[in-house]
């Protein structure tokens, strides 16, 4: 019998609740980061041909609520959550600043196709930790360009309804933390 690798996606075939309950309370193990990003790609959207301004399906709605409220849980403080305005964002951000009691902001320079560098300078600048909802390719490269200071890299695959930690270190690079994606809750 050939035993296939899960694939993006699939529900794992183990329990994480332990591994995520470590994760969530016991962060004093960890050095304290100098700054946290939170980065989250909208929840899934409707075709166009159906929801021309592309809102949330029930199902997207549901994964969102799932991950916010663990985010909730996990005791995440932001100072606001940022998104770009598309009514996916807007409603994916409206989601989880309910369950994290913060605001939530339309910020320009976030949509698909935005160059990442305004952004990637802006977050220097910032003093404390931020949420991003946005959009592919804009959160892949954003990410990538902190990382390794190249937005073509590619090392973070994002997930509808997906958080992405990333924490900036003692010397002002970033380190990947951890995802959350809605099959882990």
């Known amino acids: 019998m050939t035993r296939s690798s899960p694939r993006f996606g699939d529900a794992l075939p183990v329990d994480?609740?332990?591994?995520?309950?470590?994760?969530m309370f016991d962060q004093k193990s960890w050095r304290e980061a100098e700054m946290r990003l939170y980065l989250i790609q909208h929840g899934e959207a409707k075709p166009v041909a159906e929801d021309p301004e592309r809102s949330l399906t029930s199902k997207g709605e549901e994964e969102v609520r799932r991950v916010a409220a663990t985010a909730k849980k996990m005791n995440i403080q932001v100072s606001k959550i940022y998104?770009?305005?598309?009514?996916?964002?807007?409603q994916t951000a409206e989601?989880?600043?309910t369950a994290l009691a913060v605001p939530i902001e339309f910020?320009?320079?976030?949509?698909p196709l935005d160059d990442v560098r305004p952004w990637a300078e802006r977050i220097s600048f910032e003093k404390q930790d931020l949420m991003i909802v946005g959009h592919?390719?804009?959160?892949?490269?954003?990410?990538?360009f902190l990382l390794c200071g190249d937005e073509n890299a590619r090392l973070v695959l994002f997930r509808?309804?997906?958080?992405v930690r990333l924490?900036?270190?003692d010397d002002k690079s970033w380190a990947?933390?951890?995802?959350l994606s809605p099959e882990m809750v």
């Open 95 to 97: 989601i989880v600043a």
């Open 160 to 163: 509808f309804g997906a958080i």
């Open 167 to 169: 924490d900036q270190k």
């Open 107 to 111: 910020a320009p320079g976030l949509n």
């Open 83 to 90: 998104h770009s305005g598309k009514r996916r964002a807007e």
């Open 136 to 144: 592919l390719p804009f959160l892949e490269k954003l990410a990538s």
């Open 16 to 23: 994480l609740t332990g591994v995520i309950s470590d994760i």
């Open 176 to 179: 990947i933390r951890w995802v």
